[in-house]
């Protein structure tokens, strides 16, 4: 009984170290990220029915079994990350809470709330036939989780502090604009996707009634414009002297998005090959991903009171570009 009191002490003294705190959320994000490659996955191999209703499997089993096939213990797999992304999440919660960190514990309780969500829309998306509609949901909704897990692991890098500008609002101005125009792509991309040959099921015949290839080029012009937008910004963060962590991220983002251009046109030449629609469902990811970085790069967070805002302040005279 004295063993258990001690730990059960341990337990509620235990305060997580500051590395702790920053793997925890970064685990958040890499789930929250994987399962939408392995949700990818799922669609790609047409097992989107594979486990033909919720939330049991079978009418008559709440696991795979055998006569299911391939199919079925694919969409099973990735029903079970559910789990391990929960894991990931919760940990985070917990980490979060016994940190004392209050804006830390509220994101998280956002990255649990989606993971409900989430599990809601994607049983009406298996009830309704993988219907177009509600697997482009499926997809945003987890575009939105990842923005707010790309937000808390910024968060947990440092303290309960407050954020200053570092760089020109102008500047920062474009890279909002490049994380609008970011998720603009992403919103195209699922239409093209709802259009498209690869529904996650090969009985599946309700697509979107617009022609492949219009959307495909209206996706592919908005692309230019991405692409235009993470070299503008990367220009104007090295002309006017920018943090070098700002500039760096912003080099990432951009080869980021050139990589996933590259792919998005190899996959649009060669006819939608499976392999290279799945490795552009992870690039659209990671350019989501960067893109957000980029902007979360343009302020610092420094001490100050917990819970107060920054007041918003001049430009940082260093980053002042002088007249010509």
């Given at each position: 009984m004295a063993h258990l009191s001690l730990s059960l002490a341990r337990v509620r003294s235990w305060r997580p170290a500051p590395t702790t705190l920053r793997r925890t959320f970064l685990g958040a994000l890499v789930a929250n990220a994987g399962i939408v490659v392995t949700g990818g996955a799922v669609r790609l191999s047409a097992s989107g029915l594979g486990c033909p209703t919720v939330p049991r499997c079978t009418d008559t089993s709440m696991v795979v079994t055998r006569e299911m096939g391939v199919h079925g213990f694919i969409e099973f797999g990735n029903r079970m990350l559910t789990f391990v992304l929960t894991a990931a999440v919760v940990a985070a919660t917990v980490t979060a809470w016994r940190a004392g960190r209050r804006d830390l514990t509220r994101l998280a309780g956002v990255l649990v709330l989606g993971i409900v969500a989430q599990a809601v829309l994607g049983a009406v998306t298996?009830?309704?036939?993988?219907?177009?509609?509600?697997?482009?949901?499926?997809?945003?909704?987890?575009?939105?989780?990842?923005?707010?897990?790309?937000?808390?692991?910024?968060?947990?890098r440092g303290s309960r502090t407050t954020r200053e500008l570092v760089v020109r609002r102008e500047v920062r101005a474009g890279a909002r604009l490049l994380s609008v125009v970011t998720a603009a792509v992403l919103v195209l991309g699922t239409v093209v996707t709802g259009t498209g040959p690869h529904s996650g099921d090969a009985n599946a015949t309700h697509r979107l009634p617009f022609d492949l290839e219009s959307v495909a080029q209206l996706h592919a012009d908005l692309?230019?414009?991405l692409v235009g937008l993470a070299v503008g910004v990367l220009l104007a963060l090295r002309a006017t002297g920018a943090p070098a962590e700002a500039v760096r991220r912003s080099?990432?983002?951009?080869?980021v998005v050139l990589a996933q251009g590259v792919v998005g046109y190899a996959q649009y030449l060669t006819d939608l090959p499976v392999l290279l629609v799945g490795v552009h469902v992870l690039g659209a990811t990671l350019v989501w991903i960067a893109a957000l970085r980029v902007l979360l790069a343009t302020t610092v967070r420094v001490a100050g009171p917990p819970g107060e805002l920054a007041p918003r302040t001049a430009e940082p005279a260093s980053l002042v570009v002088p007249a010509a």
């Open positions: 298996v009830l309704t036939g993988l219907n177009p509609v509600t697997v482009m949901g499926h997809f945003l909704l987890s575009m939105v989780l990842i923005a707010v897990a790309t937000y808390a692991y910024e968060v947990s692309v230019f414009l080099t990432v983002a951009l080869a």
